[in-house]
């Protein structure tokens, strides 16, 4: 004889016999997830950081069924079940399941938080009564030369605090051994216009006087910036996404110690900035005993 | 009308008006499994990349339901997502043609990312409550 037997509990006003399932609250006929633990956790984010991972042991010895919420940078809080796909997207958060973990993660799929990298789009050198397509800086032709770079679509917040910034020089072709002595400075304006002749224009307060040990060709002069790049966003009229413009000044460098970057051949010399404050991500687990592998 | 059904606490009063302080409680409705995959299944999906793989499982619950899908994203990694599209050799694509439900089956949809057959690891939950 078959005999139904169990406990059934369905919504005020359902029939105990009801044969839609969504009228029972609770049967002993339907197994549930099964609530295991649930934890919080967080990461933290400092400018430049590309990704970051958590992970909530649970040593279950299984694959368990899970689900994971994350904040994610606008503040909101998601179910991690949607993740953008990486390609063409920019930040996205996933999670997975593994036999002793559960790994929540958070990365960006182009970029980086709190930073920006931009390759210069316009060179200048005072040789030859001013050029445009390349920079020309140290002792080179019997005399100083001087020369500016210009980076355009330049990310960053006005009043940001910047944490760093390299102005990366990109040695092309140099000259003979020994240090070139340089000096370089922002160009002091809300958004400096493509070169012609920037010679002119008005320089930041902050500068950089360093002695450049040069590297190899093909590799990059990297200068600390920071102070400079603070004073032209920190400009009432500085708007995300202005062009900034650098003035780099030879110091009396030793005869035939140069540097170049040619427009649109070999490496380009970049201006990379991590700015304002740190960031924490919160998000939270549910893991059940049902196993899934 | 009295008050009936099951509640069980564990170190909370039996009365508290919070329902997170329930082991159990009828009141609320508990989301329950109508089928479950009871052990992995796996698929092949060709290359190219983008090639779609399209699993129909039918659940006859009369109404589009909850489900809730696992994979492992790029096979013998034993890293289980559960999601859409997300970082792997295969992902599961979203609705709009992609993976959904209908009153009588859900259709997941996967798709491959690489060049080459990919055969992957999944599990699926269908729940007795609407989509």
Known sequence: ?293 | MGDYGLKIAKGININSPEPRDFIFNSKYGSVKIAKEAGFYKEVTINGPASTTKTVTIPHNLGFPPMFMVFLEATPVTGQWYCGWSIPGNVNLLPGGGGTSSDNTNIYLVFRNNTATAKTIKYYYYIFGDSG
Not at chain 1, 60 to 73: E, N, R
Not at chain 1, 124 to 132: F, L, N, Q
Not at chain 1, 262 to 274: A, F, M, P, R
């Open chain 1, 1 to 293: 004889m078959n005999k139904d037997y169990g406990f059934k509990i369905v919504k005020q006003g359902s029939s105990i016999n009801t044969t839609d399932i969504r009228d029972i609250l609770s049967s002993s006929k339907y197994s549930m997830l099964k609530y295991y633990k649930d934890q919080t956790g967080s990461v933290t984010f400092t400018p430049g950081d590309t990704a970051q991972t958590a992970d909530i042991q649970h040593n279950l010895g299984y694959v368990p069924a899970f689900i994971a919420y994350a904040k994610d940078m606008d503040g909101k809080m998601h179910y991690i079940s949607a993740p953008p796909y990486p390609a063409g997207y920019d930040f996205y958060m996933y999670a997975y399941a593994d036999t002793i973990k559960i790994r929540v993660g958070f990365a960006y799929g182009l970029t980086a938080y709190n930073y920006d990298a931009e390759t210069a789009t316009d060179w200048y050198s005072e040789y030859g009564g001013g050029a445009t397509t390349f920079l020309l800086l140290g002792n080179r032709y019997g005399g100083q030369q001087h020369g500016a770079l210009r980076f355009s679509d330049v990310d960053i917040p006005q009043g940001a605090t910047i944490t760093e910034a390299i102005l990366n020089v990109a040695v092309e072709f140099k000259g003979s051994a020994g240090n070139l002595e340089a000096k370089i400075y922002g160009l002091d304006e809300d958004n400096t216009a493509a070169f012609g002749d920037p010679s002119g224009r008005p320089r930041t307060t902050a500068f950089d006087d360093a002695s450049w040990s040069l590297p190899p060709t093909g590799e990059f002069s990297n200068h600390n910036v920071t102070a400079i790049v603070q004073e032209i966003v920190n400009r009432a009229g500085w708007v995300s996404g202005n062009a900034m413009g650098f003035y780099l000044l030879d110091d009396s460098s030793p005869t035939d110690v140069y540097i170049e970057d040619d427009y649109n051949t070999g490496i380009q010399s970049q201006l990379t900035v991590k700015y304002g404050s740190n960031t924490t991500l919160t998000f939270r687990t549910i893991i059940f005993k049902n196993k899934i592998a």
